[in-house]
């Protein structure tokens, strides 16, 4: 027979005692083999399965989070990838002799203008 497991999901514990976390922060899930010997009386079946239930949601969230994520990653591929020809071009370009395009600095404005118009008030 399995050893007793340990309670740290019930209400009580959860507060008392940090759950155990993968390198990314993920709270592990416990393996519950054997229901009968994780609830033991009727009184521990309530928060049990609270909080179990508050486990599943906060994975699905932490999903939903992850796909997120991955698509706005994958959004990103095509402008990385033009990025990386770009900067590939640029450094073809500089092996070979050209310099890099220099940009002119804007025009500076010859002649001012003047305003001799009110200020709308209404």
């Known amino acids: 027979m399995a050893d007793k497991p340990d309670k740290a999901l019930s209400s009580t514990a959860a507060a008392a005692s940090p759950a155990t976390t993968n390198p ?23 928060p049990t399965l609270r909080s179990f239930q508050e486990m599943i949601s906060k994975y699905q969230f932490m999903e939903l989070n992850t796909q997120r994520r991955a698509q706005g990653l994958r959004d990103k591929i095509p402008d990385i990838k ?37 200020l709308n008030e209404g």
């Open 82 to 118: 033009k990025t990386l020809e770009t900067v590939k071009f640029l450094s073809a370009r500089k092996k070979v002799g050209f310099p890099a395009p220099a940009y002119p600095p804007p025009p500076t404005p010859t002649k001012r203008l003047k305003y001799n118009g009110g």
């Open 24 to 46: 990314r922060g993920i709270p592990t899930a416990p393996f519950v083999d054997n229901v009968t010997d994780y609830v033991s009386t009727r009184a521990d079946v309530e």
